[in-house]
């Protein structure tokens, strides 16, 4: 099992769908915050089924073009704070990269789909006729949006962040550029954790420590690679015939 707590609820072209069990119990708490919105509170629980339906699109993007790559990617974990797809792209940054901006790609491929759908309902005045779906539809309109956007921003291990690290790995190699991108998700777990503090936000402080958490990892893992790195060129140093001298030619 990939995250202690988490429950298999499906398997799809051969990726497995965990549920995190602490998901059940924001769901409780955000589907209260959310029926304000409607006149029937059975909406607010389908839009926090729709925002997740809308994450788990987003996390077999990402799985799906990793395996396009040839790299592995059988796991996937719904979580109250997003998602997470357990990906392993071969080590090459155009594999690495395809398999992160696939995920957002499937946002942008929703934005002008929920648009135009959101559209349409405006042109048959369903505000009034159905105003809980017509909500219902602008709120996921939004949510896709936002997480389109939030995914963007470039802190590692966001994709934004790992976007960032692929095209810096282009120019300075695979250490340096996951030493670099840690190194901007430290000041981004500094700047979610003020923002958390000043809005007094226990979800922005938990994404925070998420944040610090995985640039932690991702810190290790290049020094990690540097030291695999030197013990293979001194592998390789030992294992080379030494130069013949030029009189001996």
Partial sequence: MPMKGALLIFRLAGIRVYLHFTWFIVAALEVTRFAHRYQNPIWAALEYCALFGVVLMHEFGHALACRQTGGQADTIVLWPL???A??????RPGAYLW?????PLVNVVLFPLFTLFAFVLTKLHWKTVHPDFYQFVLTVWFMNAGLLFFNLIPVYPL????????LLWLKVGPIRSLKAASIIGFGGA????LWAIAWRSIWLGILAFFIFAQAQAGWRAAQNLAIESEDTARREAAISPP???EQQR
């Fill in 82 to 84: 997003g998602g997470i």
């Fill in 99 to 103: 398999s992160i901006a696939a995920g």
């Fill in 243 to 245: 130069p013949i001298p």
């Fill in 159 to 166: 994709d934004g962040g790992q976007i960032l690290r692929g």
């Fill in 86 to 91: 357990f990906v392993k792209p071969p080590a």
């Fill in 190 to 193: 500094i700047l979610f954790a």
